[in-house]
């Protein structure tokens, strides 16, 4: 099968062509515009989407060197994500199945992410224990196949990312939050600053970072002089670096305790967070340690982007009978039930 993926659940407009077991194009167009307002705009970026969607397309069939006629399928994310940015996505490629008579396969945006992994090789054996950290969610799932997923728990507020980019807001670094707070780490003492662990010792695999952040708040109130912050540059990059090491050791310990109970030798930590150096650093030494073998995607892959849509898709299809539209549809409207707790 030669499967066209395209992704628009954000701020990120990507397309990708996936043949058999490799991906032949993965083009993505950021909207770094968004930087200016500390996040993304959601009108703002549907309509980046509008205009960016079919020139992405095509150079994405271009590098693959294929055309329309060797398209086989569509696969375009149908959610979670930003409402406008999704339809833009999700109506195009309907659109475009439809005019070529070839299947249209909605893909979950989580799901995809879970098998970002298989876009290397190798990649994780079944069953394998997935990390989603990401700035709309962080859960912890089991996944026993294609289609067999059990979610052990996840965040009951802010997600990892969304912590990143919102402590990055308070110290002034801009947006993306979560590359800066990065970059600034490697400068710092990560044990500089004694932050909360919320939910370390909880017993289960929930996740709240809403404390941490508040937390980081109040230390902040501390070096403002008349409602106006005054850090220096090590004081900025020392708070990075604790506040890091604190969602990580969080992230590290449950997802860790997690595969052990399951008796799971294989780890994956994907989504947008995984790109963070610490975490990547710090579950592979673990994984050492302990003989677990830890995949995370290049970054490239990390990120929202339409290959990981293409791959999933390109797994799902030789589960369906038939290769009409309907059937296509319905098929990934069973698959979203194993998310309903993420709708």
Do not use: W
């Not at 509008?50 to 294929?66: C, D, N, T, Y």
């Not at 990649?123 to 196949?145: A, E």
């Not at 994956?268 to 963070?276: I, P, R, Y």
């Not at 830890?294 to 589960?319: E, K």
């Amino acid at each position: 099968m030669t499967i066209l993926g395209i992704e628009s659940s954000c701020d990120e407009t990507s397309a990708a062509v996936f043949r058999d077991e490799t991906l032949l194009s993965n083009v993505i167009s950021s909207q770094f515009f968004h930087s200016e307002y500390g996040g993304v705009v959601p009108e703002l970026a549907s309509r980046a989407h509008l205009k960016s969607m079919l020139p992405i397309v095509r150079q994405a069939m271009l590098e693959a060197g294929i055309t329309l006629n060797e398209i086989t399928a569509v696969a375009a994310t149908q959610g979670p994500g930003l409402i406008g940015s999704l339809l833009v996505g999700l109506n195009f490629g309907k659109a475009l199945a439809i005019s070529l008579d070839i299947p249209f396969i909605p893909v979950h945006h989580i799901e995809a992410h879970l098998f970002s992994t298989f876009l290397h090789d190798p990649h994780p054996d079944f069953p394998f224990l997935g990390l989603v950290v990401s700035g709309g969610h962080t859960m912890l799932i089991r996944v026993d196949d294609i289609g067999v997923y059990t979610l052990l728990g996840g965040t009951i507020d802010d997600a990892a990312g969304e912590a990143f980019d919102k402590v990055a807001k308070m110290l002034g670094l801009g947006y993306p939050g979560g590359r800066e707070i990065d970059r600034c780490a490697t400068s710092g003492d990560p044990e500089a600053i004694s932050f909360p662990r919320p939910l370390l010792n909880s017993g289960d695999y929930r996740f709240s970072f809403s404390g941490l952040k508040t937390s980081v708040l109040y230390h902040l109130r501390k070096h403002a002089n008349k409602g106006s912050l005054t850090l220096t540059e090590q004081e900025r990059n020392d708070i990075c670096a604790s506040f890091q090491r604190a969602i990580v050791d969080v992230l590290l310990e449950k997802c860790m305790r997690a595969a052990k109970e399951y008796s799971i030798t294989d780890v994956t930590v994907v989504g947008g967070v995984s790109a963070n150096s610490e975490l990547q650093r710090r579950m592979y030494e673990y994984g050492s340690l302990y003989d677990i073998q830890v995949y995370i995607p290049d970054v490239v892959y990390s990120t929202d982007n339409a290959a990981m849509v293409a791959r999933l898709a390109a797994l799902l299809a030789p589960r369906m009978t038939t290769t009409s539209l309907l059937q296509a549809s319905a098929f990934a409207r069973s698959g979203d039930r194993l998310f309903r707790a993420y709708p």
